[in-house]
T-cell receptor, first 114, second 113 residues
């Protein structure tokens, strides 16, 4: 079974600085997707960024980027120029290519200090 | 376009009571999912429906039943609620032109006393 591990239960960052959230996963599949979801206090799950395993280039969405290390099975999220609105719970998730089921990590609570 | 809707948003049950959580999506998605979220546990899959007419167990199905009523609606039933089922429940769907993105409902906070 696939597992997703987020080793940092909580992280904090100063506004305008950069923070990196860690995620590792375990799979024997070659075709899969990785995701970062954001959950603010409103409880809504928001997709931040995704990475297809077959792509060597790291995904980027504005201030959010990933460092995808396939051999190490590592998938970290970097948030640049952190804003107060980035404060949330962040979940790393895995999906096998042909199967839409998501496996989530336990989450990292990010605090942004003004 | 409302996306994924869930009712109710909040519910308090006594042990042994039953209830059904409703979920509907208006995006013509084939696949729908029920997750539960507990503190420190992330989201865990309860049941899913890959297409209309099919349902399958996820990681934590015990104590739950589901019905895929039609393509739009996927309900989750607790036949005899237990305190261990106190959680936040999310419905999600996927399909259409963005098959990589699961769309989540706003969640239902359920407390079983």
């Amino acid at each position: 079974a696939q597992t997703v591990t987020q080793s940092q239960p909580e992280m904090s960052v100063q506004e305008a600085e950069t923070v990196t959230l860690s995620c590792t996963y375990d799979t024997s599949e070659s075709d899969y997707y990785l995701f970062w979801y954001k959950q603010p206090p409103s409880r809504q799950m928001i997709l931040v960024i995704r990475q297809e395993a077959y792509k060597q280039q790291n995904a980027t969405e504005n201030r959010f980027s990933v460092n995808f290390q396939k051999a190490a099975k590592s998938f970290s999220l970097k948030i640049s120029d952190s804003q107060l609105g980035d404060a949330a719970m962040y979940f790393c998730a895995y999906r096998r290519g042909s199967n839409y089921k998501l496996t989530f990590g336990k989450g990292t609570l990010l605090t942004v200090n003004p | 376009n409302a996306g994924v809707t869930q009712t109710p948003k909040f519910q308090v049950l006594k042990t042994g009571q039953s209830m059904t959580l409703q979920c509907a999506q208006d995006m013509n998605h084939n696949s729908m999912y029920w997750y539960r979220q507990d503190p420190g546990m992330g989201l865990r899959l309860i049941y899913y429906s890959a297409s209309e007419g099919t349902t399958d167990k996820g990681e934590v199905p015990n104590g739950y039943n589901v019905s895929r009523l039609n393509k739009r609606e996927f309900s989750l039933r607790l036949e005899s609620a237990a305190p261990s089922q106190t959680s936040v429940y999310f419905c999600a769907s996927i399909g259409g032109q963005k098959p990589y993105e699961q769309y989540f409902g706003p969640g239902t906070r359920l407390t079983v006393t």
